[in-house]
């Protein structure tokens, strides 16, 4: 499997509206060799609709089944997301009847169980869930987990923030601190790490939390690209 | 052992008496303006489904505890300690997540380590930096007081300040700090400890991360 991280990032991390947040998670499956995407959010206090919308790469079909059967109910994914702040793998040991016919209906229509989800708890009152499958053994795909398990989690974040972008615009908006700033200067002068702490007067962990913490504001996967953006958008002038 | 647990998970006779320990700890040992109703205590970060990770003895009495919160969301640090933050900006990370009430059990366990700290208090930081390393964090973030800071750091605890120190009402001199939670941050807890080996980890979502 590809790194969903890069993938995501490098492409798009806004969305204007639903329909490219879902070409995004359909652009995700096809380039990043999953099963499937998903991504719900609720308890937004937006003044139009519910405050709820669920994206994903399911079928329609199986979308029908699920709203006809009213499974957010019972679906146990969003219910994990719902009342825990840690991601979670789709096993659920000794599931009930009425989960295992969920499950095995799904697989009915091509849903892998082998599923991650990362919740999101946002500062609205919001509550987000982005999830991947993949058909790959229970060995890779646990070995998958361990190894990407922090990109994932970031991959999420960045997926629910361009969809808070959708109803909240102010969202978009990338504040670097005089620190971060003055960091990511050095970086985008090709300065290597240990080169800014000495430079700064800073210990290199704290460099590194710096570019860690611009990297998230600006949903970038990795230092070069968040120089590449904040150059893009004026944040820093790499020839100052 | 550690149980790592969120409130729909966790046993209620255990949680009642994290909530009872709380209000002791922090309403009537320390005096803070916290939220106590029949006999524990309680606040708005509960209301969210922070993960609870607990020290408990064989016989289920809880020994120490404390609340993770994710930092993308309401937290501590950035809804009532602002005030420390000074010119930093806010943490707002999938990747950091907050511990807050961290408490000790007094009258359960005296027995300290070579360094003099409570051996209840090194097993829940030890389990604190278990669980945030295997869950995928790069840090954590804390706010705590002049004493608590001296027992983090001869727990072995890797850290740094964050923004600025500010005195509160209860005169205390109080900080933010980013902690460190990777293989050299565990090592050290361990060898402040003087222990070999790791705590003992039960619940739900220890089982999950460790799915095999």
Known sequence: MKNLLGLFAETQTTFQD???????????????????????????????????YALSTYSKEWHKHYIARSYLDIDPIVQNALTRITPFSWEIPNPSSELKKFFGEAGEFGISAQGFSVPIRGIRGDIGVFSISADLSPKDWLDYRKEMQSEIMLLGYYYYMACLDIDFPENRDVVLSPREYDILSWAAKGKATFTIAEILSLSPKTIEHYLASSRVKLRAANTTHAVAKAVRWGLIDPLG | MIVAEHYSDANPELLKQMFRLRADAFGTRRG?????????????????????????????????SLRLLQTTGPHMLADVFHDLLGDEPLLRSP????????????????????????????ELLEGLCTVANKSGLHNLVSVYDVFMERILRRSGCIFQQYGRTVRYDDGLKTK???????????????RAAAKTSAPRFVGKYWSDLNAA
Not at chain 2, 33 to 55: A, H, R, T
Not at chain 2, 99 to 114: H, L, P, Q, W
């Open chain 2, 32 to 64: 803070w303006q916290v939220s106590v109703k029949n006999g524990k205590e309680c606040d708005q970060f509960d209301e969210i489904n922070p993960l609870y990770l607990m020290c408990v003895d064989d016989h289920g009495e809880l020994l120490a």
């Open chain 1, 18 to 52: 639903t329909g490219q947040a879902e070409t995004a998670l359909e652009d995700l499956k096809q380039r990043g060799g999953l099963s499937d995407a998903a991504f719900l959010i609720t308890n937004l206090p937006t003044t139009d609709g519910d405050g709820t």
């Open chain 2, 95 to 122: 990747l950091i997540w907050e511990s807050t009430r961290f408490c000790v059990n007094k009258n359960a366990s005296e027995i300290r380590n070579a360094g003099g700290v409570n051996a209840v208090t090194c």
């Open chain 2, 176 to 190: 933010a700090g980013i902690f460190d939670v990777n293989e050299i941050a565990m090592m050290s807890i361990r």
